[in-house]
């Protein structure tokens, strides 16, 4: 060898040559399939909740939240591996897997000791394959860093976040890990993610879950990174009880928080109806209609809560009927 580096094989590759591929999408705009995306927001604001209502719409091919005006949208339906550490499945995130109307047969996870991004990779990609997983939720992210990484050192983030990306990209599932924020004063959000910058750095898309200025009891769901998108227009959304999430539609910043409860409210109300008319089997859809202008609902709120609750259309003899499920 005389003391030289044997030069590696390497080829250059003209870019004309390479066929344009177009973004794949998750949820259009927000999270791209075969990549990397952050949810980040402090403490208690409801990012487990939103994690859990996609994986309960990717399971049972209900339409992503307010795409029904985004072109080109075509609704999924698939599985998801969903990993924690912060809460039990039976206790906690499987009530509320029920609560969204998930199918619960296509939501699964990953038991072994110590699981770990850092030294599990191939073990984590064979189960992917294995359940033909389309969304892999880690949440959160420092419970799986493992042993021999730290959060706070860019060489162990890139490392394994690198490696995560590369098992999104061969699998084109999307990848969301949930990311704690720190009380930093910040103005830059990107910053207040726990952790090393590389963190936000490596990911494709950052999503942040915020409170509303205007109302404490509605969240906003905004775009603090967008690197293969524009940023998307905020969305305002609230957790209800016992029931799935309810998106209000877009935030600009100047809610009206009269007019966010009115609208919460009667979107509240609409499901309420539809659930208690339909929980004994099917019903025809013009009694639903007419049940929910008499409590003065109009009918784009009640289209937009049957395609929230999963009901679908169908017939029975001559009767054109709605069925949950």
């Not at 949930?178 to 910040?186: C, E, N, V, W």
């Amino acid at each position: 060898m005389n003391g030289k580096t044997k030069t590696k094989e390497h080829r250059r590759v003209k870019w004309s040559t390479i066929e344009p591929k177009p973004i794949s999408w998750f949820w259009k705009n927000w999270i791209p399939s075969g990549k990397l995306t952050i949810l980040v927001g402090d403490t208690g604001l409801g990012k487990t909740t939103l994690a859990l209502d996609l994986a309960a719409r990717l399971t049972t091919g209900r339409p992503m939240p307010l795409c029904e005006a985004v072109p080109d949208t075509k609704p999924l339906i698939g599985n998801v591996l969903y990993q924690s550490n912060e809460d039990e499945v039976d206790d906690t995130l499987l009530p509320r897997c029920i609560v969204a109307g998930a199918d619960c047969d296509r939501i699964e996870h990953i038991e072994a000791d110590n699981l770990n991004i850092d030294e599990d990779c191939d073990l984590i990609e064979q189960n992917i394959i294995e359940a033909n997983a389309r969304l892999v939720i880690w949440d959160p992210l420092q419970s799986f860093m493992g042993k021999n990484a730290d959060m706070c050192r860019i060489t162990d983030i890139r490392r394994l976040l690198t490696n995560l990306g590369g098992i999104a990209a061969r699998n084109d599932c999307a990848i969301l890990i949930i990311a704690h924020q720190t009380k930093s004063s910040s103005a830059n959000e990107i910053h207040r993610v726990f952790g090393s910058v590389d963190i936000t750095a490596t990911a494709r898309s950052v999503l942040r879950v915020s409170k509303s200025e205007d109302d404490p009891d509605t969240r906003i769901l905004s775009h603090i990174k967008s690197s293969v998108s524009r940023p998307s227009q905020p969305i305002a959304f609230r957790i209800m009880d016992d029931a799935p999430i309810v998106y209000l539609g877009e935030y600009d910043g100047e809610f009206d928080a009269v007019e966010i409860s009115e609208d919460y409210s009667k979107r509240s109300k609409a499901a309420e109806i539809i659930c208690e008319m339909l929980k004994g089997g099917p019903v025809e859809g013009t009694k639903i209609f007419e049940a929910c202008k008499e409590a003065g609902i109009g009918t784009r709120t009640v289209e937009q809560m049957k395609k929230e609750l999963n009901v679908r259309s169908g017939r029975d003899g001559n009767r054109r009927v709605w069925i949950m499920g």
